[in-house]
């Protein structure tokens, strides 16, 4: 039974898409694509962090593409930002530096493609964050993909930081959730076909990885049309079957990814609707132990982002959005083994979710879970106006 202890809408005042939250004792920091905002109060309310002026200080210029996490070994907030000629930004506050400065003191890291070996006319995009026991991890695109670690110690300094790194051919490699010891990052290398990474957190140990096959993945059609007649999951929504959601619980790796009602040939899928798919993969056996399917015969499951909680038999959270057919596009939150899910958001819609519909785990209550969803909500004006609706939302299983 998934149980909602908080739902805060933050718009007019804060409006956005692509949204990411992590919370901390009484401190919440929360991102959209081109929007950030802070709470003291447990995120009761929000006020406005400025990421155009932060990357200023840096001499960028702010494009989107932020991510927010609470790293507890750490103590602080990791707030990463994407600017526009390429290089992003990782900027580190603790819970007493963002309510003593009013969200205005924080630590930056300027990440640039060349640090990592690329040409300098290249760019980052996509930027994801996790951490494990002793490092923080950083995934982001270009030309392939970059696999990053910053050592948990050196950041709490808020000195120099000895960035290690590996770059991959495959791109959009999304790195696991509650990953203790060991990085482990997923990314698809064929639609039947999972790559798996991982990273040993000593020193010097390298990167392996394997590959599993999994059933082939419907990877087109997901067009999903609400009864206003608005296709919630256009080409322009940017959606596919890349891993959105990672997430480690005992020995299993939990993945998770949108997919269509066709395959790439053309031919139907059984599944009717635009679905989630997840795979469960055995870390020791490296065999795929199950998958399992979010669907329903009258509405599309799109954007899932996953997150272990603390418990000592950990359960795997899960944000995503859903609609289409008679309903209206939402948010939800719940946990999977199997799927629990409840709505966050209601009312009409022209559309929900997006690259980022992050959910993490909550602090200090282990077992709760911290999710950012979105709608764009339309009112009853001829034509409708449409206004995007950010939701901070925290629950537990």
């Known amino acids: 039974m998934t149980t909602i202890v908080q739902n805060v809408d ?20 929360y991102s959209g694509n081109w929007f950030a905002a802070f709470s003291t109060d447990g995120g009761s309310s929000f006020q406005d962090m400025s990421p155009q002026d932060f990357m200023k200080l840096e001499g960028e210029t702010f494009c989107c593409d932020q991510r927010v996490e609470f790293v507890p070994n750490l103590g602080a907030f990791v707030w990463v930002m994407l600017s526009a000629d390429g290089p992003l930004i990782v900027a580190v506050a603790s819970p007493d530096e963002i309510r003593d400065s009013n969200g205005k003191s924080w630590t930056y890291y300027h990440l640039t493609p060349a640090m990592l070996g690329y040409e300098r006319s290249s760019t980052f995009d996509y930027p994801q964050i996790s951490y494990g026991d002793g490092y923080l991890y ?22 120099t930081v000895a960035v290690q790194y590996v770059k991959v051919t495959e791109s959009f490699v999304c790195p696991a959730h509650r990953t203790q010891g060991v990085g482990w990052f997923a990314t698809h290398s064929t639609d039947s076909q999972i790559k798996v990474f991982s990273w040993k957190e000593p020193a010097g140990a390298p990167v392996t990885s394997f590959t599993v096959d999994i059933a082939t993945i419907p990877v087109s059609d997901f067009s999903s049309i609400t009864k206003d007649r608005d296709d919630w999951l256009p080409p322009t929504s940017k959606i596919s079957s890349s891993i959105t959601g990672a997430a480690r619980s005992g020995r299993e790796l939990v993945l998770a990814w949108s997919a269509g009602r066709k395959y790439a040939d053309g031919s139907a899928s059984p599944i009717t609707q635009p679905h989630i798919e997840l795979a ?18 009258q509405f599309a499951f799109a954007w899932p982002s996953l997150a272990a909680n603390g418990d000592d038999n950990p359960a795997i959270g899960i944000s ?28 009409r819609t022209a559309g929900a979710g997006g690259h980022y519909n992050d959910v993490r785990m909550g602090f200090p209550n282990y077992r709760s879970f911290v999710a950012a969803g979105f709608i764009a909500a339309k009112d009853d004006s001829t034509p409708p106006k449409v206004v995007d609706h950010p939701h901070f939302v925290i629950f537990e299983p």
Not at 323 to 341: E, I, M, N, R, S
């Open 10 to 29: 933050l718009a007019p005042t804060h409006q956005g898409i692509e949204t990411c939250a992590a919370q901390a004792f009484d401190v919440a920091v």
């Open 138 to 159: 950083l995934t982001v695109d270009a030309n392939g993909a970059a696999i990053t670690r910053w050592p948990l110690g050196q950041l709490a300094e808020r000195g």
């Open 280 to 297: 469960y993969i055995h870390m020791d056996r490296k065999t795929v132990v199950r998958q399992e399917y979010i669907w329903n015969p």
């Open 320 to 347: 995503c959005c859903w609609g289409g057919g008679d309903f209206y596009p939402q948010h939800a939150v719940g946990t999977v083994f199997p799927a629990k899910l409840v709505s966050t958001t209601s009312g």
